[in-house]
Structure formats: C-alpha cells, structure tokens
C-alpha cells in the first residue's frame, strides 16, 4: 500500500499521467461550454435580444476559459473578431466594424505554421474577415477600397480565384449595373447557390426594369446549413448532441433568412410593376416565416405599406410605415433610413399626397450616400414635382436622373418625362 501511494504520488505520475488528465478533463470541460455559448448566441438572434448578443461577443472576446483562449490565439485568431464585425456592419455601426475587420485580418495572417498544415483555419478565417472588409468598405462608400479588398480575396489560394458575391453589391451602390451582373453569374458559376449573388442580380433586373429575370433568379433552393461543412466535418459534428443542436439551431436561423429575403425581393418586383395582388400574395407567405431580423421585418413593413397605399387604404398604409420607422429608430442603419423615406414618399405619392410625399423624399435625400440612392431619389422627387405641378423643380431633377447615367427603367421614364415636359 505504501508502495502504491509513493508511486501516486511520484513526480512521474503526476507529470506523465494525472496533469495531462487534470487539462484534458478542463478543456472538455471548456469545450462544452463553448458550444452551449453558441448556442446561446443563436437563440438570442433568433429572439431579436441584439443588445445581448452584442454583450455575448464583447464577453467572448475577453474570455480567459483555457478553450477559448485557445481558439481565439492560437487556433482560429481573428475568426470572432471577423463575425464581430459582421454583427457590428449589420446594425449599422460601421466605424467599429471596419476596426474589427481590421483587426481579424492581422490576427488571420499571424503565422500558425503546424495548424495551418495540421488543421487549415487560417484558410477559412482569412476569407471570412477580407470578405467582412469588403461589405463594410461598400457601407462607408469606400469602393475602390472595396474592390482592392475584393482583389485580395480573390487571390487567396483557399479561394482559388473564386468571385464572391459582396463585390456585385459594391458594384450596384456605386451604380456599375452591367458590371454587378456579369460578377454575380461568375459567381453563380462557381456556386449556383450563392444567395447574394442572385440578390444582387435579381435586385439589377429589377432597377434595369428586367422584371420576369429578377424573378426566375430567384426561383432555386438555397444552401442548407449542412453544405457549409465539409462531409467529414460534418459526420464528425452530427456524432456530437451539442454540436448537432448547433446545427439545427443554425438551419432555424437561416429559415427566418433567406426564404423571407426571396419573398420579400419577390414582392419587390411585383409591386414595382404595380401588381399589387402579387406583391401581397408573396408578402402573406412571408409573414409565416418572419423572424425579428429588424431589416427584414422593416423591408416587409414598408412593402405592405406601398401595396395598402396601392389599394387607396389610407388607415393600413399609415399602420405599416409606422411600424418601419419605429424599427429605423431604434435601428442605426443609415440605408434603413433612407430606404423607410422613400417607401413613405411612394405611399404618399400612390394617395395623391404630395406634399407629404415631398417632405419624405427630402428626408431621404439627407441620408443619401451610393449613386444609387442618390439616382432613385432624384426620380421620386421628380415624380413629386410633376405630380404637384411644379414643371420646372420636375424637368431639373429628371435631367440629374439622365446625367447619372445609370442604365435603369427610371432613367428611361425621365428620358420620357422630359420630352413631355418640354
């Protein structure tokens, strides 16, 4: 017995046998922890509590748990500044968010030599916090940054030359459409599935007046969360419960997604050809599937007001607009804004208000920053002159409509207007 204890209790044990017990048993411990946070930051998204998944990130980021200090230094570094930076671009507060970018892709380009061979993160992580740089980049109206971004990306060899979609959205801000399309069916290409990019292209057919394209582009099934895993990942994911309640976790969140978004475009293009009957057939089947993703909620907001204002509902439109300008105030995102302005303006404009439709598309002028917004506007604000009487306020703006350049149906009604007006 004594025997026994002294080789317990012997220096070799405790090196050779029970330390390594003592971290394997912590990082198990830790490990499980881990998952149920991310568990926990999907269920705060899927519940719309963005003020507690904003302080989820911030803990994350200071956690000293052996695990995470693990993964955040050694193993993935910059993979959670990279998604913080995309939380912080999705509510608006781009400054931040480029700092994070920033900083995600110095950490990603630390040299790992052994895990990258070993594991390949670094390969993932750099893409994911480029990719972040690019779509801030295109928020702040930073194109030509956006696109040097975009070149890197491109030039990774994880990404083998491959397109990614968030370059066609710098593409369309900057009113480049003809170049945003050919982007998204290189992408498309590559990856058929690419959500964005048939967003961008269906959001290109629609400005270009294109509407039965801006609908087929969105007929297709989009990617289930499992694709975003390799087959062996994935087999080695499912083995695990918590990890396979990630997973489910994750293909609800995308349920509250990315079917909504295609309904939500769909009614887009309908109402934009005035078949409102359509535009609120697609938005009744949207409204099983909205989650409180607040842009997506505002998006359907202001198409229920323009179709309730189509119908001459005055009391319906009213509702509506004032549901997305109470998401636009409690949410800092200067295109929400903008886009809440002008889908007011086009309500007032359908019930023959135009002085209140005036007010708005002024308000939204204020928050104009892409070409685009600045090209729409000026079309609306034309229209509101024309409407109002005011011949000479109508023919100037028309002819800023034309001097843009941009190829889109609106450019060509102005083309039109001008010739009536004169």
């Not at 801006?214 to 895993?229: F, G, H, Q, R």
């Not at 390799?230 to 080695?236: E, F, G, I, R, V």
């Not at 208000?353 to 308000?363: I, N, P, R, S, Y």
């Not at 917004?373 to 109508?394: D, F, G, I, P, S």
């Amino acid at each position: 017995m004594a025997r026994l204890l002294a080789k317990l209790t012997s220096v070799w044990f405790l090196l050779e046998v029970a330390v390594p017990l003592v971290i394997a048993a912590w990082v198990l411990i830790d490990v499980k922890h881990s998952q149920r946070r991310m568990q926990r930051k999907v269920r705060l998204k899927l519940d719309g509590k963005w003020d507690e998944v904003d302080v989820h990130y911030q803990c994350d980021l200071k956690s000293r748990r052996l695990f995470s200090y693990l993964m955040r230094e050694h193993i993935e570094p910059g993979n959670l500044e990279a998604g913080y930076a995309l939380f912080l671009y999705e509510q608006g507060r781009l400054e931040p968010a480029l700092q994070f970018a920033d900083r995600a892709v110095v950490l990603a380009r630390k040299r790992r030599v052994f895990l990258n061979s070993i594991l390949g993160l670094q390969q993932k992580t750099l893409p994911a916090a480029i990719n972040s740089r690019v779509l801030i980049l295109t928020g702040l109206g930073r194109y030509d940054d956006a696109r040097t971004a975009s070149a890197e990306l491109s030039n990774l060899p994880s990404v083998h030359n491959k397109l990614r979609a968030t370059i066609c959205l710098t593409e369309v801000y900057s009113g480049r459409l003809d170049r945003a399309l050919e982007l998204a069916y290189k992408t498309l290409a590559h990856d058929p599935k690419d959500s964005t990019a048939r967003v961008v292209a269906s959001w290109v057919f629609r400005l270009k007046g294109e509407f039965a394209e801006a609908i087929n582009i969105l007929v297709y099934t989009p990617k289930d969360v499992t694709e975003l895993y390799s087959p062996k990942d994935l087999a080695n994911l499912l083995r695990d419960r918590e990890s396979a309640k990630f997973i489910e976790l994750q293909r609800q969140h995308a349920a509250t997604i990315h079917e909504p978004i295609r309904l939500l475009l769909m009614s887009g293009v309908y109402a934009e050809q005035t078949k409102y009957d359509d535009a609120t057939r697609a938005l009744d089947a949207m409204e099983l599937l909205l989650g409180n993703n607040p842009v997506i909620k505002s998006s359907y907001e202001r198409n229920r007001a323009i179709c309730a204002a189509a119908k001459g509902d005055v009391r319906q439109t009213e509702q509506h607009l004032a549901e997305a300008r109470t998401i636009a105030q409690n949410l800092p995102k200067r295109d929400t804004q903008w886009e809440t302005n002008i889908a007011a303006g086009r309500c007032y404009l359908l019930l023959k208000l135009t002085d209140k439709a005036g007010v708005e598309f002024l308000a939204a002028q204020r928050h104009v920053l892409h070409p685009i917004e600045e090209h729409v506007t000026n079309y609306w604000l034309a229209r509101t002159a024309e409407a109002a009487k005011r011949r000479t306020e109508a023919i100037r703006n028309y002819q800023s409509v034309i001097a843009d350049d941009i190829p889109t149906w609106m450019r060509q009604q102005s083309l039109a207007a001008l010739d009536r007006l004169k």
